[in-house]
């Protein structure tokens, strides 16, 4: 079974497409996934990277181009969703939780779902409790929890892991020293993660 980390930020909208196929996928080619939640906004600012901010084109043609893939995919997400997140920071702390609790996959899933299905944004109310909730988990609790130093200095860690492996934006898929970057490098990754390589047979 090959083994994929899967690097993302909650309020990456590319993400969006890949956290709603990912599990189907990994089932389908029989890969191990590691979700691994990270601060995508601190790598940006260090590397004065903001990609949409202020440029009206770009970020339209991001839109619609994510509308032409989702609709690939069977999703139905309502475009544009809101962005940028005020709250990316706290959902990526309960994400980050999550990975130490076992709940991370179906937390970043129904957030995610929320905030371009339903335009709640992730990491702000009602989105973070209906979701927190929804998965059987205590609001109050998780939200106590992912505000902690632990857990703030746990994110910034990964966060600069992340770096360190050469990530640079969300989502990116690294198999064995390999970064694929964008949602339309999983497949990419998923093939490289079982045969060290994209050259056909």
Do not use: H
């Not at 990491?123 to 609001?139: A, F, K, T, Y």
């Not at 093939?191 to 050259?199: A, E």
């Amino acid at each position: 079974m090959g083994n994929i980390d899967f690097w993302y930020s909650i309020g990456s909208t590319y993400s969006y497409l890949t956290v709603m196929r990912l599990p189907r996928l990994a089932q389908e080619y029989g890969v191990n996934i590691r979700w691994r939640p990270f601060n995508v906004r601190d790598v940006m600012v260090e590397q004065n990277n903001v990609p949409f901010s202020n440029k009206p084109i770009k970020s339209a043609y991001m839109w619609r181009d994510i509308e032409r893939r989702a609709a690939s995919y069977g999703l139905c997400p309502q475009i544009p969703a809101p962005y940028p997140l005020g709250g990316l920071v706290l959902a990526n702390q309960v994400a980050f939780l999550g990975v130490q609790e076992g709940w991370v996959e179906a937390y970043t899933q129904v957030t995610y779902r929320r905030w371009f299905e339903e335009g709640l944004p992730a990491g702000e109310e009602p989105n973070i409790s209906e979701s927190l909730d929804e998965i059987g988990q205590d609001v109050k609790r998780v939200l106590g929890l992912a505000a902690s130093k632990d857990i703030a200095t746990g994110l910034s860690v990964v966060t600069t892991e992340a770096k360190k492996l050469g990530v640079f934006g969300s989502p990116s898929f690294v198999v064995n020293g390999e970064v694929f970057w964008g949602d339309d490098r999983l497949e990419d990754a998923i093939k490289w993660s079982s045969n060290g390589t994209l050259c056909s047979d």
